[in-house]
């Protein structure tokens, strides 16, 4: 994939003599003051790799994203980060409710959801009026699970499955649910490092019983980052008569994802992540079905009205309550500029993160002395690596996040990246994105980093 040069398009002079001097200054400011002062090979190695950054990606890093230009940020996994077209889409529309709040709850909101709903639709391949809008995707497994109980699809006794490696809020939802409810979670545990996957299929498989009612699988995991094969799985679930609800919080944007395809009974995606919407843009989709068991888990103060022309599905979510809905509104203008960032679209912009994860792994495991955990075909646009432990009594040191290294990595290096640890067996990692503003210096900084700091804590 061609960078872009001075006689791209995308090459903007102005932008890259002003940034470079801007970013230089800026690094040099945060690096005067921080508690954990880095020596002076880091701190230049710093200044160097954004000055770097500048020249080389321009138009990635000071145009299209909003982005800290001092920060090495390789976290687009947790939340995203939002291209300026977007933003500045999302204000617009917050200035038009301003204008006249009235009229945009009223009258105009309804239309301008069908609108968006229909180009993220086109995007996943979905009919649009099977699509919800929905805060994020805890609301939406919640609303999920309470759907199914107050129909009865979900009793006591009866199994969810579940594998070991999904994200906390669902973990947390079910143990509310089984305590309220009696509804009994099975987890399937899946091997990390995991060598295949048809390992996935068998294990996840061997874990149905004939108690089992609901199947939620991620497509993308969040903190082990692997791509399940979600295909087989939904299809031998559904020919045993069981629902599955397909965890995509991390999947469009990240690969392609074909909703109708795949087939699941209901499909969540977040917004925010690598579609890069507004926080606040994810979506649910419902087959219709079992559209008539939903209900928001708080209903408006129009869902009594009678409104033969539109489907109460949509009637519902698309409003509940005053709120701001310029997230999801906003959300087909990030696609839309992200489509455009590198000749040849969404495809293009898909597979260049995939290699430039792959050299980014690469350079890790290299400097770090590790095997990457899982084939190529289980990684989408994250790697996680598994990492030393700290001795013992550095494991209980203050952190600002979930490990105390993260917190170097920031006050010293000015490195974004979760290290977490796996809800599958414990172990400490380190979770990699690549997004297209990322270079491949940003991971040999880090890999640089982390070596320093991991043989650091055994001085």
């Known amino acids: 994939m061609p960078l872009p040069t001075s006689t791209s398009p995308l090459f903007d002079p102005a932008l890259s003599d002003v940034g470079a001097e801007l970013i230089a200054r800026d690094v040099s400011l945060r690096t005067t003051d921080l508690a954990l002062k880095p020596d002076a090979q880091a ?40 291209p300026r077209a977007a933003l500045r889409h999302q204000q617009s529309l917050r200035d038009r409710m301003e204008r006249d709040p009235v009229r945009l709850f009223k009258s105009d909101l309804e239309n301008l959801m069908d609108g968006a709903r229909e180009k993220l639709a086109a995007f996943i391949n979905v009919n649009p009026a099977d699509l919800a809008p929905i805060r994020n995707a805890t609301y939406a497994l919640c609303t999920i699970l309470q759907a199914n109980i107050r129909a009865g699809l979900l009793k006591a ?27 009994v979670t099975v987890k399937a545990k899946i091997p990390y490092p995991c060598p295949s996957p048809s390992l996935v299929i068998e294990k996840f498989m061997g874990a149905v019983t004939k108690k089992t009612r609901l199947a ?138 995939h290699e430039m994860i792959l050299k980014g792994r690469d350079v890790l495991c290299n400097a770090l002395a590790l095997e990457p955990p899982t084939p190529d075909s289980m990684v989408g646009s994250m790697v996680t690596l598994r990492i030393p432990e700290p001795p013992e009594h550095l494991k209980s040191r203050k952190t600002c996040y979930d490990d105390a290294l993260q917190d170097i990595l920031y006050e010293k290096y000015r490195i974004v990246v979760p290290i977490w640890r796996l809800s599958c067996n414990d172990q400490r990692i380190v979770r990699i994105s690549a997004q297209v503003y990322n270079t491949l210096g940003e991971y040999e900084y880090l890999a640089s980093a982390l070596k320093t700091e991991l043989a650091n804590e055994w001085r």
């Open 43 to 82: 701190r230049a190695s710093a200044v160097s790799l954004v000055q770097d950054r500048a020249n080389v990606r321009p138009d990635h890093v000071l145009r299209h994203w909003a982005l800290d230009p001092a920060l090495t940020f390789l976290n687009h996994g947790s939340y995203g980060a939002t």
């Open 216 to 353: 939620i699988i991620s497509h993308i995991t969040s903190t082990s980052a692997m791509i399940f094969p979600v295909a087989p799985i939904i299809r031998d679930l559904q020919a045993k008569g069981i629902d599955v609800l397909l965890d995509g919080a991390h999947s469009p944007g990240q690969i392609p994802t074909d909703v109708r395809a795949l087939a699941p009974t209901y499909f969540l995606g977040s917004g925010h992540k690598w579609l890069s919407g507004p926080k606040g843009s994810a979506f649910m989709y419902v087959r219709p079905d079992r559209q008539s068991i939903f209900r928001p888990l708080a209903l408006s103060g129009r869902a009594n009205k009678i409104r033969p022309e539109r489907a109460l599905f949509l009637r519902d979510f698309d409003y509940q309550g005053t709120d701001d809905y310029s997230a999801f509104l906003s959300l087909p203008v990030a696609i839309e500029a992200l489509g455009t960032i590198l000749p040849g679209g969404w495809p293009a912009l898909i597979r260049a993160n």
């Open 157 to 183: 006794g009866d199994e969810v499955l579940v594998t070991d490696h999904e994200y906390g809020s669902l973990s947390n939802e079910l143990e509310r649910l089984e305590a309220e409810y009696g509804i």
